[in-house]
């Protein structure tokens, strides 16, 4: 039984690739409509079951739809959905896959028209690698989702957002959008930055034979430069300030390295291993 | 046809139990003593198939060896080297597994006596779990392993120590003990630093839903304490350098967030992407 009568994607890479083929394999929603730049995205869409219509209009791809996703790089949301509102029918709804929240939803509340709900929302999903090539229909299998409502949310949307995304993913949490932000900062973001850091710093001559956990610790530098200095930039506040924490752990235990400081580091290894032993491990 | 007739394994945690498992899978040894202080452990190395005989009598373990394996904590290599030479017959071998290579190698150069010839070394292959419960005959499969010579390495011994690891491993690599050191520190012991300050760094109401990146970076963190704190230290200097390398590099990129520097960020992480891309993941 579709729960949606007609969802439009705009924007065919990683996650709204993903999010098609989640949806078509599932049959929550009648027609799934595409909208990309390039008519060999949506081509290879096509091929992949993401979409059942793509288009390189975004008129035509909105015009009669219920629920619209966009899922395009995070810099692209704001004016994506500010053009996406002027061709959508009224009472459509609107929501976002972004990796940062605060600014979307801030920019967005403030310029939508009152017809056009928008709710903010972030699947906790990825992959190194981009594009409709990378997508899956599981990407979001086990994966948490977080949407994030403010007062102003229009409270019809909300549960509709929500009853969308919940047979996708393991979990749905709601959180304000500055939590949010504030939360992946620590866990999403500081992550990427120092795997990028960590690959930086690797002398040339350690390239070749490099062990295991260095490259278990740099997979992440594999991002895309492209899609990730905006995340970070758009959420640079938080961003900095979770580095800064990070940094001050990492200067207690060059102190306990240079005083060689035996008791003192093996209680900070363990408080750390206490720390991770505590996350469950997907 | 076993390339060995008798090799003894002084410690049978993770690594060691692996060795027994991997030799007497491949049957690349007649016999395997396994030493331990602890009876239970020898039971459930025997129960594991990792030795044939086990003892709690360090002579009795190495007497008749031909081949002597250090496989303990890095911080006990050196003193049960020194008391194997005691009981070790004439022209027997000693190599070790440990983590760093530098203080180990030079302290038995100084210590052994002639007849006892030591080959340093160090397989790379590990896991955050720790002794005979987590061995594998499969641990070592595709991993590199290092030896160590300096020029008073007995020459006959190290070829012999290179025809016992080699078809265990992927690839046998040689390299200065100094060379070794400077490299792990950097791929190796690094990493598991970052790890641990970035578990460390984590605040507690992100602990509940960490993203998966999160989990990926921090796996190390879970190391064993008292393994790490050794290995850490017995490689101070060169880790302490690695440490400051990375640092610089959250330096640079801390200023490129403050400054909104676009460019330069996005330039920064296609960098580390470049590096990161030219590494083999195995």
């Excluded at 083929?21 to 909208?35: D, E, F, S, W």
């Excluded at 906790?124 to 990407?139: P, Y």
Aim: with cysteine; aromatic share 6%.
């Amino acid at each position: 039984m579709a729960r949606v009568n007609r969802v439009a994607i705009i924007g065919l890479g990683l996650i709204g690739g993903s999010l098609g083929m989640a949806l078509r394999r599932r049959r929550l929603a009648k027609t799934i409509v595409g909208y990309s730049r390039k008519p060999s995205t949506l081509r290879r869409a096509k091929q992949a079951r993401a979409i059942d219509v793509g288009t390189t209009n975004l008129r035509a791809a909105v015009r009669d739809a219920d629920l619209i996703v966009l899922a395009t790089p995070v810099d692209a949301i704001v004016p994506f959905a500010k053009q996406v509102a002027r061709y959508c029918r009224r009472g459509a709804i609107l929501t976002d896959v972004g990796s940062t929240k605060v600014q979307i939803v801030r920019q967005l509340e403030r310029s939508l028209p009152a017809y056009a709900s928008f709710v903010g929302g972030h699947p906790i999903a990825g992959s190194e690698r981009r594009g409709i090539e990378a997508a899956s229909s599981d990407l979001f299998t086990g994966a948490l989702y977080v949407v994030t409502p403010t007062p102003q949310t229009h409270r019809g949307a909300l549960p509709k957002v929500i009853r969308f995304w919940k047979p996708l993913v393991k979990k749905v949490i709601t959180m304000s959008p500055q939590n949010h932000d504030r939360l992946f900062a620590a866990t999403s973001h500081l992550p990427h930055l120092v795997a990028a850091c960590l690959a930086g710093a690797i002398p040339a001559q350690a390239l070749s034979s490099a062990a295991p956990s260095f490259l278990e610790m740099t997979r992440l530098a594999k991002s895309d430069p492209e899609l990730w200095d905006d995340i970070f930039l758009s959420n640079r506040r938080e961003v900095i300030r979770a580095l800064d924490r990070f940094n001050r752990q990492c200067h207690v235990l060059r102190k306990l390295l240079t005083g060689s400081r035996r008791a003192e580091l093996r209680r900070f290894l363990a408080n750390a291993k206490a720390k991770r032993d505590a996350l469950h491990d997907s």
